[in-house]
C-alpha cells in the first residue's frame, strides 16, 4: 500500500514564476577602496533592480580586488609583499558585518537578490585568514548564506584558506533555486556534481577574467605550443565552454560574471603596485556572460568595458532541456553511483562535557535470557554469566 505524505510537494519551476529578469554586473573593481567598493556596488544593484532584474552577481573578489592580479612569492620584495596582503585584509570584509548591512539595504530597496564576490575576513576570533567567498542576500536585504571556495587555484593558494561542505548549498526562493560555485570549482567534478544535484535553476559563475595559457591573449587564437604538440593553449578561455556544459548539465540558467580592472582603478597611494614586476592584470578584461539550460547565450560575452548584461529567462526553458536530459531523474542512476557529501564545517575546537553519562542499559532477566537460549541455540549458562560480568561493569563504572 502507497504510504502518502501529507506535506505539500512543490514541483513549481522558478517558484512558479513564467520568466525572471537577472543580471551580470561587469563593474571594474576599486583596489583597496572597500568603502568605494560597496558604494559602487550599492549603486549597481538599484541600477539593475530599476531595469527589472530580480536576480544579480558579481565577480569573484568584487571587494576589494582579486589578489592574484599580484603574482609576487618568495622572489618578491618583502615590503612589497606585505604591504600588497595586510591592505588586503585591511579592506576585506567580515560576515556579517556594517559591510554587508549596508549591501543587504541596497538589495533590500532594490527588490533583488545578489551574489556578491569578496575577500572574507575569517569571523574566528583572532584569525586573519581571508577567503574567496560568495555572499548570498536576499531581497529584504538579509545574508542567507556565504559560500567559500574550497580549493584556490595556483597562486591563489597563498592569499586563501580553503573553504568546507558546510556551505555548499542552494537557496529555495520565490523566484527559484539558486546556487553558485567560483572559478574552477566548475572544474572539481564530484564538486560540482553536489551542487547541480541539489536542483539548482540559477547558477552564479564567478571568475577573475578571461586567460590564456601561454602567450596568447584573450580572445585571440594563439599561444604556446607544446613541444611534440600541435595543439595551441589558451583560446578560448576555458570558462566559457564550463558555464555552457554546465548549464546544459544542470539544466539552470548560468549567470557568469568576470573580473575587470585597469590602471586607473588603483586609489592613488597604490599606483606604485602598477609598475610592480609583479602585477599582472592583462586578463583581468571581463567576459561576463548569460546562459540558457540548452547551453545557448542569451547575453554572449563583453570584454573590455563596464556594463549590466540583463537576460530574461523562461521557466519553459529549463522544462523543455530536463525532457531531453534530466540529472536529477532518468539521468541520475544512483543504484549504480552516489555522492557523499560532508557537510559539517570545520572546526579548531570542538566542546566536550565534562562528564558523559554512561549509556542505559537494562540487564536481561532470567526469562529473556532462557528465550534467547532457545531462539539462538546458546547456552544458557554462558549467557548468565556474560549477563552477571556485563552488569559487575557497569556498577564498577558508576563509581
Known amino acids: 500500500m502507497l504510504e502518502v505524505n501529507t506535506q ?17 554586473i561587469q563593474a571594474s573593481q576599486i583596489v583597496f577602496n572597500k568603502e568605494k567598493s560597496i558604494q559602487k556596488a550599492c549603486r549597481l544593484i538599484k541600477e539593475a533592480g530599476a531595469n527589472g532584474a530580480e536576480l544579480v552577481a558579481f565577480s569573484e573578489t568584487f571587494i576589494p580586488v582579486y589578489p592574484a592580479y599580484y603574482t609576487g612569492g618568495w622572489e618578491s620584495p618583502l615590503e612589497e609583499w606585505m604591504a600588497w596582503n595586510v591592505n588586503l585584509q585591511d579592506h576585506s570584509v567580515v560576515i556579517p558585518s556594517e559591510d554587508t ?25 583572532g584569525s586573519r585568514t ?31 584558506g580553503w573553504g568546507d561542505g558546510s556551505d555548499l548549498k542552494v537557496y529555495d526562493t520565490d523566484i527559484g533555486r539558486i546556487g553558485s560555485l567560483i572559478c574552477w570549482e566548475h572544474h572539481t567534478i564530484l564538486v560540482r556534481a553536489a551542487q547541480m ?62 573580473g575587470l580592472l585597469r590602471e586607473e582603478d588603483f586609489e592613488p597611494q597604490f599606483k606604485d603596485f602598477i609598475t610592480s614586476d609583479h602585477m599582472n592584470f592583462k586578463w583581468a578584461v571581463g567576459g561576463s556572460a548569460i546562459v540558457n539550460p540548452f547551453g545557448e547565450y542569451l547575453a554572449e560575452p563583453v570584454f573590455n568595458q563596464e556594463t549590466i548584461l540583463y537576460a530574461d529567462c523562461y521557466a519553459n526553458d529549463i522544462k523543455a532541456v530536463k525532457a531531453f536530459f534530466d540529472g536529477l531523474g532518468h539521468y541520475s542512476r ?27 542499559i537494562t540487564i536481561p532477566s532470567y526469562t529473556d535470557l532462557k528465550r534467547i537460549s532457545e531462539t539462538f541455540e546458546v547456552s544458557l549458562k554462558k549467557l548468565e ?3 552477571t560480568k556485563v552488569e559487575e561493569l557497569l556498577t564498577a563504572a558508576s563509581r
Open 101 to 125: 548591512e549596508i549591501i543587504g539595504q541596497a538589495c533590500r530597496e532594490a527588490g533583488v537578490y545578489c551574489v556578491m564576490g569578496v575577500n572574507e575576513l575569517d569571523d574566528k576570533t
Open 197 to 258: 544535484l541539489m536542483g539548482e535553476e540559477f547558477h552564479i559563475s564567478n571568475w577573475p577574467g578571461n586567460w590564456s595559457i601561454g602567450s596568447g591573449k584573450p580572445g585571440e587564437k594563439r599561444g604556446t605550443v607544446l613541444e611534440g604538440s600541435t595543439n595551441s593553449l589558451g583560446y578560448p578561455c576555458d570558462l566559457q565552454f564550463a558555464i555552457r556544459e554546465y548549464a546544459f548539465e544542470a539544466g539552470s540558467f548560468v549567470i557568469s560574471v568576470s
Open 8 to 24: 505539500k510537494i512543490n514541483k513549481k519551476v522558478m517558484g512558479g514564476k513564467e520568466k525572471v529578469r537577472v543580471a551580470a
Open 334 to 360: 544512483p543504484d549504480v553511483t552516489r555522492l557523499l557529501v560532508k557537510t559539517t564545517p570545520n572546526e579548531n575546537v570542538i566542546p566536550l562535557a565534562e562528564s558523559v553519562a554512561p549509556p542505559s
Open 385 to 387: 554469566t556474560l549477563a
Open 130 to 160: 581571508l577567503y574567496n567567498t560568495q555572499i548570498m542576500f536576499g531581497k529584504d536585504g538579509k545574508v542567507l548564506g556565504r559560500h567559500r571556495k574550497l580549493m584556490p587555484t595556483y597562486t591563489e593558494r597563498t592569499y586563501w
